[in-house]
C-alpha cells in the first residue's frame, strides 16, 4: 500500500477541531454505529489505543451522528471519536465498507488498509504496530473474536446522500439519484424498461443536459416547488427539469412547466382525482402573457395539434412529473377505461392578438403583462364546432351552442361541468361584424339556445340517461315544461381565442367533475425571475 489518503478536520464529541493532516503514524478507522462488525471491532480499537496510543494518533470517524457517543460509550473508547455524519470525508477516502482501517506511516503512505473484520489482519496489524512503534504487543484474546465477519455498506453509498456528494465533489447542482445505464445498453430502450416513458421515446435526461435545463430559471434547484399526488413525490426544481428534458424541452419553457406544476398539485385542482377517475380527464394548459412570443408558443395556426414544439413538450414534461414524481402510472392510479389523447399532451396559446376581449389571464384577475399558465381537467376535446355558414352574430353564437349540447350526454342539461370554448378567429369576426360581442352576451346565448323543457331530460327506450321515470312523474307536468339550459350557470363556460386566420371551425373541451368534488381550474403566474 502506498497511496496518499485526503486531508480533513472534523470534530470530536466534544464539539474540538481534529485534523488530520495527511501524515502519521496514524491509525485512521471508520464506522457507523449501528454495525454489528463495527462493534466487533471496537474493542480492538480500545486495545491497540491503550498498547500504541502515545506514539500513534487514532482517529474514528462515525457516520452515525449523535449516536457516536453512543458507540464510544459502549466500548469505552478514550481515543477521538470524530462527526461524519454528512459522509463527506467517507466519500472522500472512498471505501465501500465499514469498519474500514487505514494505518498510515509517518510519510503519509498508507501502509495498510482493510475494511470489514477478518481477524487474521487485525492481528497481523497489531504486530505490525508493536514494531513500528517499539511497543509491546496489545493484549487482545485473538481466539475469542470470530475468524471473519463481513462489515456493512458505508452510508456514504446510501443513494441519496451518494448523489449528493458526487455532484458536491464534481461541481455540480445536481442532487437527484443517477441511475447507471451499462455502455452495451440502448439508452431509449433502457428508459422505456424502467417505465420512465409514456410510450414515447425520451431524451436522455444527462448531467449536462440538465444542467443546462436548469439554466432556464433562477429558482435553487433544491427549492421543493409542489408535493406530487398519488405518492406525494417531492418535486423539485431539478426533478421537474429531469422530466423536462426527458420531454423534450429547451431551458427557457422550465419557468412555464414548474408554474402548472404548481397549479395541478393544488387541493382545488386535485390531479389526484383528475388522474385516478376511470372517465378519462386529462390536463389542459393555456398559457398568456408575454412568455408566449418568447419562447414561441402556438396560439394560431394548428394551435390544438402537432408540430410545435413548446406547445407539445411542456404538456409532456408535466404529464411526466404526475407519472415520474408523483407514481401516477397508466394500469396503477392511473384506471381511464379507454384513457385519452391528452394524457400524453394538451398545451397551448391564446391568440391573443386575433381576440376582442380581454384575455383568459386578465379575466382571472392578472395584469395583462403578467405571464400566467391556467390548467383545467378535461375529459373530451377538442371537437369541432362547424359553421361556415353563418353571417350574423347570434347565428353563430347560436352554432356555437349548439356545439355544447354534446357535453356528457345532448339530453343531459343543467350540468355544474366546466366546458372550454376555443372560438377560432373567423368566428370572431362574424361574432363582431356589428360591434363588440361581449363573452357574456356568448356565455348568456349559449344558456339560450340550448335551454330544452325537462321532459326531453327522462330516460326513455332511447336512452337510459336523464332524469328516472319515477322522479319525472311525481315532478309533475308544469315542473317538467321548464326549460333547463345545458349548464348550471353560465360560469361553467370558459372562453379562449385560438387558431389560424382562415377556416369557419372552432372547439370545445368537455370538463371533468367540477367543483369540490371534482376539479376546479386554477392559474398560476409564470415565475420568470
Not at 163 to 175: C, H, P, T, V
Not at 308 to 324: D, E, H, K, Q
Request: aromatic residues 6%; contains cysteine.
Amino acid at each position: 500500500m502506498s497511496d496518499r489518503k485526503p486531508e480533513f478536520t472534523l470534530k470530536d464529541l466534544q464539539g474540538v477541531a481534529r485534523p488530520f493532516d495527511g501524515t502519521g503514524p496514524a491509525l485512521v478507522c471508520f464506522v457507523k454505529e449501528d454495525c454489528e462488525t463495527c462493534n466487533i471491532a471496537g474493542p480492538v480499537l480500545q486495545a491497540l489505543s491503550q498498547a500504541y496510543g502515545d506514539a500513534v494518533r487514532f482517529l474514528v470517524p462515525g457516520q452515525s451522528g449523535e449516536k457516536n457517543a453512543d458507540f464510544a460509550q459502549r466500548h469505552g473508547l478514550t481515543m477521538p471519536v470524530l462527526e461524519d455524519a454528512g459522509c463527506k470525508t467517507s466519500f472522500d477516502w472512498d471505501f465501500e465498507i465499514v469498519p474500514a482501517l487505514y494505518w498510515i506511516d509517518e510519510s503519509g503512505a498508507v501502509v495498510t488498509h482493510f475494511e470489514g473484520f477478518v481477524r487474521d489482519d487485525w492481528q497481523a496489524l497489531s504486530d505490525q504496530m508493536a514494531r513500528a512503534t517499539g511497543k509491546a504487543a496489545a493484549q487482545i484474546d485473538w481466539d475469542s473474536l470470530p475468524a471473519w465477519r463481513p462489515g456493512c455498506g458505508s452510508k456514504h453509498f446510501d443513494p441519496e446522500v451518494y448523489d449528493a456528494l458526487r455532484a458536491e465533489a464534481e461541481g455540480s447542482r445536481l442532487r437527484a439519484r443517477k441511475v447507471e445505464v451499462a455502455s452495451g445498453d440502448d439508452m431509449a430502450e433502457f428508459m422505456f424498461d424502467q417505465g420512465f416513458s409514456d410510450g414515447l421515446p425520451l431524451v436522455p435526461p444527462t448531467p449536462e443536459r440538465v444542467i443546462r435545463m436548469l439554466e432556464g430559471t433562477h429558482r435553487d434547484p433544491q427549492d421543493v416547488i409542489a408535493t406530487v399526488p398519488p405518492n406525494m413525490g417531492p418535486a423539485t426544481v431539478e426533478k421537474i427539469a429531469i422530466n423536462a428534458v426527458m420531454a423534450g424541452c429547451k431551458p427557457e419553457y422550465l419557468p412555464v412547466v414548474i408554474a402548472a406544476v404548481e397549479a395541478v398539485c393544488t387541493d382545488e385542482f386535485n390531479i389526484h382525482g383528475v388522474t385516478a377517475t376511470t372517465m378519462g380527464a386529462a390536463t389542459v394548459m393555456v398559457v398568456n402573457g408575454p412568455i408566449v412570443d418568447k419562447i414561441g408558443l402556438n396560439g394560431g395556426l394548428g394551435a390544438l395539434g402537432a408540430g410545435n414544439r413548446a406547445n407539445a413538450t411542456i404538456g409532456r414534461a408535466l404529464r411526466l412529473i404526475i407519472r415520474n414524481v408523483g407514481g401516477a402510472t397508466t394500469g396503477g392510479v392511473e384506471r381511464s377505461v379507454l384513457g385519452n389523447p391528452m394524457k400524453y399532451t394538451m398545451c397551448f396559446a391564446e391568440n391573443e392578438a386575433a381576440s376582442p376581449w380581454e384575455p383568459l389571464h386578465v379575466e382571472r384577475g392578472f395584469k395583462a403583462e403578467d405571464s400566467v399558465v391556467t390548467v383545467f381537467a378535461m375529459t373530451g376535446g377538442p371537437v369541432h364546432l362547424v359553421d361556415q355558414t353563418s353571417r350574423r352574430p347570434d347565428q353563430i353564437a347560436g352554432s356555437l351552442g349548439q356545439g355544447l349540447e354534446g357535453v356528457f350526454l345532448p339530453k343531459m342539461h343543467n350540468l355544474p361541468i366546466d366546458a372550454l370554448l376555443v372560438v377560432c378567429p373567423e368566428h370572431i369576426q362574424t361574432l363582431t361584424v356589428d360591434g363588440p360581442y361581449s363573452k357574456d352576451r356568448l356565455r348568456d346565448r349559449i344558456q339560450e339556445v340550448t335551454a330544452r323543457p325537462l321532459s326531453e331530460m327522462v330516460q326513455d327506450d332511447h336512452s337510459g340517461a336523464g332524469i328516472p321515470v319515477a322522479d319525472a312523474e311525481r315532478m309533475g307536468p308544469e315542473k317538467l315544461a321548464q326549460l333547463a339550459p345545458k349548464f348550471a350557470s353560465k360560469e361553467y363556460i370558459h372562453i379562449v381565442v385560438a387558431g389560424g386566420d382562415a377556416g369557419k371551425f372552432s372547439s370545445a373541451f368537455h370538463g371533468w367533475a367540477t367543483g369540490e368534488v371534482g376539479s376546479i381550474s386554477v392559474s398560476r403566474k409564470i415565475d420568470l425571475g
